[in-house]
């Protein structure tokens, strides 16, 4: 069966610090993957998708980047956290050539102090 | 815009249907969707609708798509207290999918 892993769950940074989330896909292949952003009244903000290894689209100009050094593997990062990058980051995965249902992480809060 | 927008909230009494709106923005979307986000959850799909058709229902559930207005409603008959959450509208567009803000919807007794 198909699931997907993010990590982890809860972390509080300080401003200025690095970060890295992480997310796995498992059960399928090439699937599409996407960082989004959940910050409070703010909605679901979509911060970057990836159609394949090594190709990454961001939506946003931000302090955020994005990887995809394997297949099933999404990462984001900073390399220096301001305070506004606090929020529920949440990881998505699409199959390839399917109607578009978007399967979601359990989300990573992130608070930055 | 580029922007989907939805209201921010909605405050139904139970028992009664709640009609959740939203407008998109691209009107070569192939899917339109619904999510639900319950308290302290992630979000899972509801249901969707392929941008052919006018009308989707599935029990409590009726989609209504107006594609020349790229207005879509969610309306849920006999709303009850488990159906408070957030309810977000999304629109595919290309390889992406774009969400509205969500709609909190109450339920009152």
């Known amino acids: 069966s198909q699931t997907i892993h993010q990590w982890p769950a809860t972390l509080v940074q300080p401003v200025g610090s690095p970060l890295s989330l992480e997310c796995t896909v498992e059960?399928?292949?090439?699937?599409?993957l996407y960082w989004y952003r959940q910050a409070a009244g703010r909605g679901l903000q979509l911060l970057f998708y990836s159609v394949g290894i090594g190709q990454i689209s961001s939506e946003v100009p931000q302090n955020l980047s994005a990887s995809r050094p394997q297949d099933r593997q999404f990462i984001l990062s900073s390399k220096k956290l301001l305070l506004s990058d606090s929020g529920f980051y949440l990881c998505?995965?699409?199959?390839?050539?399917?109607?578009?249902?978007?399967?979601f992480g359990e989300g990573s809060r992130l608070t930055v102090l | 815009g580029e922007d989907v927008e939805q209201s921010l909230f909605l405050s139904v009494r139970e028992g009664d249907s709640s009609v959740i709106n939203c407008t998109y923005t691209d009107s070569s979307s192939t899917y339109l969707y619904w999510y639900k986000q319950e308290p302290g959850a992630g979000l899972q799909l509801l249901t969707y609708i392929f941008s052919n058709m006018d009308m989707k229902q599935d029990q409590r559930l009726t989609v209504l798509l107006n594609k020349k207005d790229k207005h879509l409603s969610l309306r849920i008959a006999d709303t009850q207290t488990g159906d408070s959450a957030i309810y977000f509208c999304?629109?595919?567009?290309?390889?992406?999918?774009?969400f509205g803000k969500g709609t909190r919807l109450h339920i009152l007794p």
């Open positions: 998505a995965w699409i199959p390839q050539g399917h109607t578009g249902e978007l399967f």
């Open positions: 999304a629109e595919s567009r290309d390889d992406k999918i774009i």
């Open positions: 059960g399928t292949s090439n699937p599409n």
